[in-house]
């Protein structure tokens, strides 16, 4: 187990919506910058590649209306195959710079057109390190994305790095997906989100608390400024923000010591002593000492036992 100290970074910035390839080139960029301000673990926001189905303006795609069939033709053409060429960018770029990377893609199936799933990608000089599909899409992400089979909720031993888990968005609200890959011992929770808002960051300090871990949320910043003109649906009028953003690194006693960065493109960076994690763990090891499982895992609901 690495206890060391890690430098890490959240990046926010626009991606080029429904653009892959240039997407995949900002990414490039952006993931040079950080290294190039020492940091080992980047982490970029949820659905980066190339686009995040807002609930600004992604409930009219639930509809038969002008425009969803050419928006789900388009955000197909600009998402990603796990073994396809604009991952296989990425992991060059992480070979070339000694780095990991964490980020949001839409993810096409593997083997045939068809679902696309809210993917977690964790990339190393290594490859494909970690893939987790998001359990539980929220509202009307459901009309864009699948439904994650849950078989993918463990933790990454990163060399140089250490153990890194997380979650996508609001699964980050889920308390037993939690439980799930806090039994891998993160040190290190990553976080790519859409949520900017201020009850996010309440999220995120206390899964840092609770964890015994240092947590990077990478948060969407998406002015109306970076959708194309020709984009198939309307946005909402007199809105020119969609996303804040909010990237920042918060310690594992839930103190944020770096950002949040909000309303612009930017780069939060922090070092990590994993010792403090590792601290964290004697007064409270939430899958440990203060679990309990051996009560709380034989509990009954209210009432008492449901019959199969």
């Known amino acids: 187990m690495e206890l060391g100290t890690v430098r890490v970074a959240a990046v926010q910035a626009m991606p080029v919506v429904l653009d892959v390839e240039a997407t995949t080139d900002l990414v490039l960029e952006r993931l040079g910058e950080a290294a190039d301000q020492g940091a080992t673990l980047v982490v970029f926001p949820e659905c980066f590649l190339s686009l995040y189905p807002s ?10 209306s002008a425009g969803c069939d050419e928006l789900w033709e388009r955000m197909w053409a600009s998402s990603v195959d796990v073994d396809g060429p604009q991952v296989g960018r990425l992991v060059a770029a992480c070979a070339e710079r000694g780095v990991h990377l964490a980020i949001g893609v839409n993810e096409r199936e593997d083997q045939r057109p068809g679902t696309l799933y809210n993917t977690l990608l964790l990339l190393g000089p290594e490859g494909v390190v970690h893939r987790h599909r998001k359990l539980m899409p929220t509202m009307h992400e459901r009309v864009f994305h699948g439904v994650g089979a849950g078989d993918d909720l463990s933790v990454a031993d990163l060399p140089g790095v250490g153990r890194v888990g997380g979650l996508i968005c609001w699964e980050n609200r889920m308390p037993l997906a939690r439980w799930a890959v806090y039994q891998g011992g993160p040190q290190i929770w990553v976080a790519p989100t859409a ?5 996010w960051l309440a999220s995120v300090r206390h899964i840092a608390i609770e964890a015994g871990a240092f947590v990077v949320s990478a948060p969407q910043y998406i ?13 909402p009028e007199g809105v020119a923000v969609l996303g804040r953003g909010g990237a920042c690194v918060v310690s594992p006693r839930g103190e944020v010591i770096a950002g949040p960065l909000y309303d612009e493109e930017g780069i939060v960076v922090a070092d990590c002593d994993l010792r403090a994690a590792l601290h964290a763990k004697r007064y409270f090891d939430v899958v440990g000492h203060y679990g309990r499982s051996d009560v709380l895992g034989q509990q009954s609901p209210p009432g008492g036992p449901i019959d199969p």
Do not use: H, M, N, V
Request: net charge negative; aromatic share 14%.
């Open 195 to 199: 949520d900017d808002s201020d009850g």
């Open 55 to 64: 609930g600004a303006w992604a409930a009219a795609a639930a509809t038969w």
């Open 223 to 235: 002015p109306t400024s970076a959708f194309p003109d020709d984009f198939p649906l309307p946005l």
